[in-house]
């Protein structure tokens, strides 16, 4: 049998381009108990040469692959349809997590594409992003791998790039700050236009649609302290309070990153953004015991 190490990993847009023509199993967390590398709900879809997704690495994801390609040649210790296995994360898996996964093997064909659409989609945080620049091009790039779901909007049509992820809708507005009031709920926003005063009117936008709706959870505008400190003051003289002025992030991305090159930036604001959406760790998690404990000792 094929070595599943070697097998080619698709990118996170090709499973639906693929299921259309070639069938694939669906290998999908149903359950955990204790600690384990991925949570309930984690997914991946198997070829017999390629795989997309992960359940979570290692000799875990190593098994299952193996299983998954079982199913699609047919063998006899294949798991049958919608079968649940259970795997404990020890000495026989060569993985000391310590807990228990469980498993489900389905096989999908082109009439699961929209099943498969919609387990991508619900995994996506939404995220806008105001500005095609250098570092909006280089930030679409890196947040196109990532859980996010992109509305990229700028005034300038012809400096979009003509293909983009299927997870970022490109959308021209002129004057760019019109494009807040139809931004999808919960939207972590980023502004970086070419023009500092378009800036402006894009943070009055979104401080307004928070005193409507407060549905925004996350503001963030590139730019240095002097510049976040002329736009303090004029929004002030535009009747913002400090407590709303405060909702705003400036600058932005991960501290301790200082490299103004476009694609490093991209990536300190990438990991923000995925601080901002990942879910607290659970308190009895063993997992996050020892993570803490580590991080004390060192």
């Not at 002129?174 to 894009?202: C, G, R, Y």
Request: proline letters at 5%; charged letters at 20%; aromatic letters at 6%.
């Amino acid at each position: 049998m094929q070595n599943a190490r070697m097998a080619t990993t698709l990118a996170l847009d090709d499973p639906l381009a693929r299921l259309a023509h070639d069938d694939g199993i669906l290998v999908k967390v149903a359950e955990t108990r204790g600690s384990t590398p991925r949570e309930t709900g984690a997914w991946m879809v198997v070829w017999k040469d390629a795989f997309a997704g992960t359940i979570g690495g290692g000799n875990l994801e190593y098994q299952a692959l193996a299983a998954a390609r079982a199913m699609l040649a047919g063998r006899a210790d294949a798991p049958a349809q919608n079968e649940i296995r259970d795997y404990a994360l020890g000495p026989s898996l060569g993985q000391c997590c310590g807990g228990m996964v469980y498993l489900s093997y389905r096989k999908v064909t082109a009439h699961d594409q929209a099943t498969l659409q919609a387990l991508s989609e619900g995994q996506l945080a939404p995220v806008a992003l105001f500005g095609n620049g250098h570092v909006g091009q280089a930030l679409v790039r890196v947040l196109a791998r990532l859980p996010f779901a992109v509305h990229w909007v700028d005034s300038r049509d012809d400096e979009f790039p003509r293909e983009t992820s299927a997870h970022v809708h490109a959308d021209y507005s002129d004057p760019m700050h019109a494009a807040v009031a139809d931004l999808a709920p919960d939207s972590q926003i980023l502004i970086m236009s070419f023009s500092h005063w378009e800036d402006l009117d894009i943070v009055q936008a979104c401080l307004e649609r928070i005193r409507e709706r407060h549905d925004l959870p996350f503001i963030g505008l590139i730019g240095s302290q002097t510049k976040w400190a002329m736009f303090r003051h004029r929004l002030q003289a535009r009747g913002f309070s400090e407590k709303e002025i405060a909702q705003v992030t400036c600058p932005i991305g991960i501290p301790g990153i200082y490299s103004k090159k476009p694609d490093v930036i991209a990536v300190a604001v990438a990991a923000q953004l995925l601080q901002n959406t990942q879910p607290a760790p659970l308190a009895d998690d063993p997992g996050t015991r020892k993570t803490e404990r580590a991080s004390a000792e060192r």
